[in-house]
């Protein structure tokens, strides 16, 4: 791959590509960059770039001629090359969020030039001339486009084959499929009374896998709950088979009953810990769980409980009169395994005549909204909100929402 960057400060721009490991890469050959000065490229004597903009204001603006005259310079360089036309991406404020996967967009081109720049921006007609589209970093301002372009650069580079020790080096970095990173732990195991979680010093590979990966998930749910959605909208849910140990029976008799609300009492005072104050949490024992339960029967519902090995874990309700389906709880011991994920497409199945069923939950339960997002659920509307200023059971303002099962809305 070959980088150009179009700068009125190329010293700036060479020294950060010539250190630590792009340095190291671009000396094994591995791309080719190349820093070029604006200002080579004035034609009047005092080899200036810029002037007052058009329509008045503050702040000057930089010449379009200069920059045109570099970028042509660029373009002939890569054909002597033989190399394409260089994809030619300007610096600007206005332009779209950069992203990783425009990162990894952008790493497959074979030449890519980024235009920095400076004072109030770029004459447009230059922008309009030879650009290929517009990035912005974030949504603040810089002095100059210097700092935007290396973060471009390094990103793109470090895609290249190659350039990193190993490809896992960036296929398991933050934003690589959508979601951040897991937590990183090093030497030694207990640093000031604080121990690396336990299960990576297990040399286990499967069940480190698996704690990095809810890790990862948890930490983008709570963090980006933005990223998390989208990752979710963009993975559907597929089921795994049950396990010759589980079964999912109606409730029928007083035992089943009471290991129901046992599960129903443990995992949701799990959810609700830090939601609710700990009186109202202390009022959902067993006992106020199975009158709930007792008192959704009697309206309609049918609840199932389901076991591993002879073990109650998990139960699910469904209301045939409206299409609702309900209390999906998984007790916190057998959490992780997927349980959840197949009891919600069992009872999806029960409600044959309600082909949009539909589920309630609330907004601050991001596991419980990335399971139904990607098993086909889609916001409807706001059924309720809890307010701490005119809720005492409520410590943080949430809002229960409705959603409704769309699976032809799932995206690939």
Known sequence: MRIDIVTLFPDLC????EASILGRAASRGLFEAHCHQIRDYTLNKQRQTDDYPYGGGC???LYAQPVADCLREVIRQCEEQGRPRPHIVFMTAGGQPYTQKI??????????????GHYEGIDERVI??????????GDYVLTGGELASLVVADSVLRLQPGVLAEA??????SHWDGLLEYPQ???PEVWEGRAVPPVLLTGDHEKIGAWRARQSHQRTAARRPDLYEDWCMRHPLRPGRWKRSERAELIRTDAALDAAAQIYAAAWR???????TPAYIAEHDAPAMRAELEADRAGGWAFYLHSTAGEPDALVGVCHKTGEIGRLYVHPSAQGRGIGARLLEFARKKLPEHPNPWLAVLDCNRPALGLYLRAGYRFDSVLRVFDPQNDPRALQLCRELKYVYAANKIRD
């Not at 060479?14 to 590509?17: A, E, G, K, M, Q």
Request: charged share 25%.
């Open 59 to 61: 702040g000057m603006v």
């Open 168 to 173: 896992q080096g960036y296929q398991e970095e």
């Open 270 to 276: 799990g959810m609700c810990g830090g939601i609710c």
């Open 128 to 137: 309009e001339a030879f650009a290929d589209e517009e990035i912005s970093i």
């Open 103 to 116: 990162a990894k967009r952008l790493a497959k081109c074979d030449a890519l030039t980024l235009v920095c």
């Open 185 to 187: 732990y090093t030497r």
């Open 14 to 17: 060479r020294s950060f590509l």
